[in-house]
């Protein structure tokens, strides 16, 4: 299984940004799906997650801003961030997940997002 992330890029404060990540397989094996985000001397944290029934959960600095969605069609989901800051700026990594007899996990590459003028 390989995820494919995309989307990031140079974008000034308070605009917004979306993020991809296409995944080489069925989504819908997945139990979830999520992003996660990693600054500069900070450690990992989720950015935002949505389960196989559509249920999502933000992390408290996402929250009220960044909207997690996917598509089963096209395999993907998505990470729509608004009003971007500068403490946003970092690499975000998508990660999914099923669980049969252990837990699998799979990381996309990262993207990297820059919120600067």
């Known amino acids: 299984v390989q995820l494919q992330a995309s989307g990031g890029g140079l974008i000034q404060p308070g605009g917004s940004l979306m993020l991809s990540c296409t995944a080489s397989?069925?989504?819908?094996?997945?139990?979830?799906m999520a992003w996660y985000r990693r600054s500069p001397g900070k450690e990992r944290e989720l950015v935002a997650r949505?389960?196989?029934?559509?249920?999502?959960d933000y992390g408290d600095s996402a929250k009220g801003r960044f909207t997690i969605s996917r598509d089963i069609d096209k395999n993907a989901v998505y990470l729509q961030m608004k009003a971007l800051e500068p403490e946003d700026t970092a690499v975000y990594y998508c990660?999914?997940?099923?669980?049969?007899?252990?837990?699998?996990?799979?990381w996309g590459q990262g993207t990297l997002v820059t919120v600067s003028s």
């Open positions: 990660n999914a997940y099923y669980v049969r007899d252990r837990r699998y996990d799979y």
């Open positions: 397989t069925n989504i819908i094996n997945f139990n979830v």
């Open positions: 949505i389960t196989s029934g559509d249920i999502t």
